[in-house]
């Protein structure tokens, strides 16, 4: 065993019980485990800056994993929220075709859900979008062009009964 992995291992079993308590007291047992774990697992990563005593490195290292879960947590919680109301606040022809819409998207690549959200919902222009995704605005004009070529013919052959694509083509414009 390389002094590492030895000091490591020490490391681990001196301290994993108390990391494991600590969180436990801060987010419950549901995530203490997989917080304990990428705490250690950052530790080993970055086993040459963790001082002595390793207690409080690594209780400072299992806030700051507790706090990023948290934040990932809000941000799927905020997106979730908007996917709501997207769908609930709308009267019901607008829920229809947000509906009809949304599913096509669901069958288009992800490069091609992107071009369209970051024009239609986004607001951006083009100039601004290829800014966004890296590349040309010319290049990034003709991928929105293929884009919604390929959104209308997903809703044409699924037979959506949601809007008209011209309408799409002039509010996605």
Not at 92 to 105: D, F, G, I, N, P
């Amino acid at each position: 065993m390389t002094d590492d992995s030895q000091r490591f291992t020490s490391m681990y079993d001196e301290c994993r019980q108390r990391v494991w308590a600590y969180v436990v007291s801060r987010a419950g047992r549901q995530v203490a485990d997989e917080v304990v774990s990428e705490t250690f697992a950052i530790a080993w990563r970055r086993l040459e800056d963790v001082p002595e005593p390793a207690l409080p490195w690594l209780l400072g290292v299992a806030r700051n994993v507790l706090r990023d879960n948290v934040r990932a947590e809000v941000r799927r919680d905020a997106i979730s929220a908007e996917l709501r109301t997207w769908i609930e606040d709308d009267v019901a022809e607008q829920v229809a075709e947000r509906l009809s819409v949304l599913k096509a998207l669901t069958e288009l690549s992800e490069d091609d859900r992107e071009l369209l959200i970051l024009t239609a919902w986004q607001g951006l222009s083009p100039r601004d979008a290829a800014r966004v995704v890296g590349c040309s605005p010319t290049a990034f004009r003709v991928r929105l062009h293929r884009a919604r070529k390929r959104l209308k013919r997903e809703m044409d052959t699924a037979a959506y009964p949601g809007p008209r694509m011209r309408n799409l083509s002039e509010e996605w414009s």
